[in-house]
């Protein structure tokens, strides 16, 4: 009978060592299976932030772009405005010294009215 409880034993043996190859084989599948899923969510997720960036720098290249165009902008119409008032001041200054005594009075007269309106 000792022989047939050592082959039991050894059939016992084999059996465990199957039953464990194969939970090692399906651990190893699953691990490569969630491994996979893993890779393809984090290139999925690298995708999407590659495109968000692509995204958002060129909105950021385009309203710097457009901010510029608005700067330069605003800049010829201040120099516009500026060459304006020079020329007016011009215009002033050679009134004032060729009628000295009407440009005195003109001032005195809208002193007066700016004084009335402001009293009220």
């Keep these: ?7 039991h034993e050894a059939s016992a043996g084999h059996r ?16 490569a299976g969630a491994k996979e899923a893993v ?8 995708e999407s932030l590659h495109r968000a960036t692509d995204k958002a ?5 385009r309203a710097s772009s457009k901010a510029g165009e608005y700067s330069e902008r605003s800049r010829e119409v201040y120099d516009d405005a500026m060459d304006h008032a020079d020329e007016w001041l011009g215009k002033a200054r050679d ?17 007066w009215l700016l004084g009335r309106i402001l009293r009220r």
Excluded at 1 to 7: D, E, I, L, R
């Design 1 to 7: 009978m000792n022989k047939q409880v050592q082959a």
């Design 16 to 31: 465990i060592e199957e039953g464990a190859e194969r939970v090692k084989q399906a651990t190893s599948s699953a691990v």
């Design 39 to 46: 890779e393809r969510a984090a290139d999925h997720v690298e």
């Design 57 to 61: 720098a060129g909105a950021a290249t």
């Design 95 to 111: 009134y004032v010294r060729e009628k000295p005594v009407q440009s005195v009075a003109i001032a005195l007269g809208a002193g």
